[in-house]
């Protein structure tokens, strides 16, 4: 994935856009996708992530810099010549045309002969599971099964790459854990490029190969999911992308891999130095609540306090512990069920430690 | 899934009456209330629009004045077969009921209504009523009322009276569309001077035509940008749709005509900019008239076809063309045939308002630029001719169902969208 760049098929460089010349939505994006991959853009609304796919589209020209697809330059190509397929929030099927008709569309406009255009629509409506679809007209379908007519359009003239812009925004949660399986397995399938965009961190980690987390127009971090969650090297993506405590403090030392952060009431946790300024200067901790331990399996950690129990919130498969440490009253431990002590109770207080790994310094918040 | 193949018992509620009975009573005060609301609106619909509607068209087909007047005589002729003359009951019965007629004062509108059948006939029936009784009482009335008048003796102006012996006749229908009966009672077209009608029928419904499809194609991009400009310019421009749409149409009329007179603004500007020498005749012609329909309607074209567009969300344009459409092929293909219900209704609605427009081609056109309601009002307001005003507006309103009941097979009923 990482040695040549041949295998790069869309790159932004310098990417810039502005709607009214006073401020930049995307403010310097150079990206590189790589054939193949399964991308997500993940930021908080206005972020810039649906502008920079929309600009790859076609629909939005960019203020500044160049956008390439393969060996030639996009800038200058309007949308209906660039052969990039998209899926659309809300389905965007054409309501007059059937299911057969709408996926003939793309064939049609390519002049295709009418038994090829049959057989390919025929082939597609069989890789989405609706051949007993094909003469239903959109409204008379489930939003699942709109969103898989979608997904077939999208793919059914076989472009290299294919964007989707919050393709399952509309759904329920669990038609949606279903679909983007669905759509994760067509994409290995295929091995069809795609361009994913949402803002919903969970989707990102699911699907993806890579993600780009986006905020204020700029990227973040780039990664694939493991490392994004494990090693955020922002405060902005510790946060955005799953739970995270977090504690302030000021920085004390750095040697190397470690550092020593002071907190506000003098005290001094070891962490590991990712994203850290000058000492004296502040410092965010972050920590994930599921690598904090509890009693006697803190006793080998770095760095060991006391906490006492506030609430607990029972969810099935764990508990989630609201703690009080170090003077941090919203401190949240997540537990498994077969791993909590029947015998903790609100208002407990009880040893707590986590490794020097696994609290990470970075930028202050 | 069991009680819909079990036979039929009925579910009762818990107190033991049917279920059926029970939400029949629950649902009977409900609709009481809901009748009781659109109750005003029922009846005040029906006191002023569709009483005085049927009571109009029957004026079409109502023919009072020889059955009301001439009672006796109305009987007494349905037994002569219209050869030869009458027998002589019938002039008896003439004879008195026109003596009750010349007492009563009702000889008026029983002459009109005969002369418009046959010119000269009120000054006969006058004449013959002044010189009643016949004194001495003759042997024979026929001799005595035939040497008064030869014209007693020719069959035509008895089968004037028999053809409208009865209470209702075809007509003004039929003079509506350029016939008539003739003395021999069939129908049979009317001389070619007087067959206007049909003319004007064919006329208003093509300048009907012609409107519709000018407002179609002029609104349609309105619409369109209507729907599609950020909220703040399109209340601009809605505002400018609407403005002309609260001033009375009668002084957008005398707008129209200020500017396109040949001395009026367009041609002093076309003149001074060396675009005509001449002044165009753009007023009291069919131009004249053409352009004010077109301003006036254009609203009623719009606003349906806006109301449909706003509903398009832009991503299906978008989408058609990230499949590869031309822009163009895209809107034509994708867009435009969303929006058909409302260029439907759209069209409908000017259509159905066109024909029935009365003051702008009376202002602006010339009189060959008349349409039917012309005819109405000059029915009406002129010659006081109930019967024509009636029969004429009737058969608009009978073309106007059968265009709705064709276009609507055409379209499709269900799929017409005012909003």
């Known amino acids: 994935m990482s040695d040549t760049s041949k295998d790069i098929l869309v790159s932004f460089r310098n990417v810039q856009k502005s709607y009214d010349g006073e401020s930049l939505i995307v403010k310097n994006l150079n990206l590189d996708i790589q054939r193949g991959e399964f991308l997500t853009l993940l930021g908080p609304s206005g972020s810039g992530k649906t502008t920079s796919l929309m600009m790859l589209a076609g629909f939005e020209t960019p203020t500044a810099g160049e956008i390439r697809l393969g060996e030639r330059t996009l800038n200058n190509v309007p949308p209906h010549k660039r052969n990039i397929g998209m899926v659309f929030q809300n389905y965007a099927l054409f309501p007059h045309l059937t299911v057969a008709e709408n996926l003939a569309f793309p064939l049609k406009v390519r002049k295709l002969s009418a038994s090829v255009v049959d057989e390919k629509v025929k082939k597609v409506l069989g890789m989405v599971q609706l051949d007993k679809f094909a003469h239903r007209y959109p409204g008379q379908m489930s939003g699942g099964q709109q969103q898989r007519v979608a997904l077939a359009r999208a793919l059914v003239f076989e472009p290299q790459l294919v964007l989707m812009d919050e393709p399952l925004g509309a759904l329920d949660k669990q038609l949606r854990e279903h679909m983007q399986m669905e759509i994760k397995h067509i994409h290995e399938r295929l091995g069809v490029t795609v361009v994913y965009v949402t803002h919903d961190q969970s989707e990102a980690l699911t699907m993806s190969d890579r993600v780009a987390v986006f905020n204020n127009g700029d990227i973040q971090q780039i990664d694939a999911p493991r490392a994004l969650y494990e090693e955020p090297t922002s405060s902005f993506v510790a946060n955005f992308i799953g739970e995270n405590n977090r504690m302030n403090g000021v920085l004390q030392s750095a040697n190397g891999n470690s550092c020593q952060v002071r907190l506000q009431h003098g005290e001094v946790i070891e962490a590991k130095q990712v994203n850290v300024g000058e000492i004296g200067q502040p410092v965010s901790i972050s920590i994930r609540p599921e690598r904090i331990l509890l009693n006697n399996d803190s006793e080998s950690c770095t760095n060991r306090f006391s906490g006492r129990v506030c609430e607990f919130v029972y969810l099935g498969d764990h508990v989630r512990i609201r703690m009080e440490v170090c003077g941090e009253t919203d401190f949240v431990v997540k537990m498994p069920i077969a791993r909590l002590d029947d015998k903790l109770k609100v208002g407990d207080v009880v040893p707590i430690g986590w490794a020097m790994d696994h609290a990470r310094a970075l930028d202050p918040l | ?419």
């Open chain 2, 1 to 419: 899934m069991t009680t819909s193949a079990a036979p039929q018992a009925p579910i009762l509620t818990v107190d033991g009456v049917p279920l059926k009975t029970q939400l029949h009573r629950a649902e009977r005060m409900n609709r009481i209330k809901s009748l009781a609301l659109i109750a005003p609106l029922a009846i005040f619909l029906i006191l002023v629009f569709i009483v005085p509607l049927v009571a109009m068209l029957k004026k079409s087909v109502d023919n009072p004045e020889v059955h009301d007047t001439l009672p006796k005589t109305s009987a007494a002729i349905s037994h002569w077969d219209g050869k030869g003359l009458p027998a002589e009951d019938v002039y008896q019965s003439l004879i008195a009921d026109l003596q009750v007629a010349y007492d009563n004062q009702t000889m008026g509108d029983l002459g009109k209504r005969l002369n418009t059948e046959l010119p000269g006939y009120r000054s006969l029936i006058n004449k013959t009523a002044r010189a009643l009784p016949f004194d001495p009482k003759p042997a024979s009335v026929k001799a005595a009322m035939t040497e008064l008048d030869e014209r007693w003796g020719d069959p035509t102006y008895w089968q004037v009276i028999r053809r409208n012996a009865s209470a209702y006749t075809p007509y003004y229908l039929l003079a509506s569309l350029d016939h008539r009966i003739d003395e021999q009672g069939q129908i049979v077209a009317a001389e070619p001077e007087q067959a206007i009608y049909l003319d004007v029928f064919a006329r208003t419904l093509w300048m009907s035509f012609v409107v519709t499809i000018l407002c179609l194609v002029f609104s349609y991009p309105v619409a369109y940008l209507l729907a599609t400009l950020p909220t703040r310019k399109s209340n601009l421009l809605m505002i400018c749709v609407l403005l002309p749409f609260w001033t009375s149409v009668l002084v957008r009329v005398a707008a129209w005509i200020v500017l396109l007179q040949s001395g009026g603004i367009i041609n002093s500007t076309l003149i001074h900019l060396g675009i005509i020498d001449q002044p165009l005749q753009l007023v009291f012609n069919r131009t004249g008239v053409y352009i004010s329909m077109v301003h006036i309607l254009m609203p009623f074209m719009i606003l349906p076809i806006y109301s449909v567009m706003k509903g398009i969300s832009p991503s299906y344009l978008r989408a058609a063309i990230s499949l590869g459409s031309h822009p163009f092929a895209a809107f034509w293909q994708v867009y435009f045939p969303q929006t058909v219900a409302g260029v439907a209704a759209g069209g409908l609605l000017v259509f159905i308002m066109s024909i029935g427009y009365y003051i702008t081609p009376a202002l602006l056109g010339s009189p060959n630029d008349q349409m039917v309601s012309y005819f109405v009002a000059f029915y009406t307001n002129t010659t006081i001719n109930w019967g024509m005003a009636t029969a004429l507006g009737g058969l608009l309103f009978g073309a106007t169902l059968i265009l709705y009941i064709v276009y609507s097979w055409l379209v499709g009923a269900n799929r017409l969208r005012l909003g």
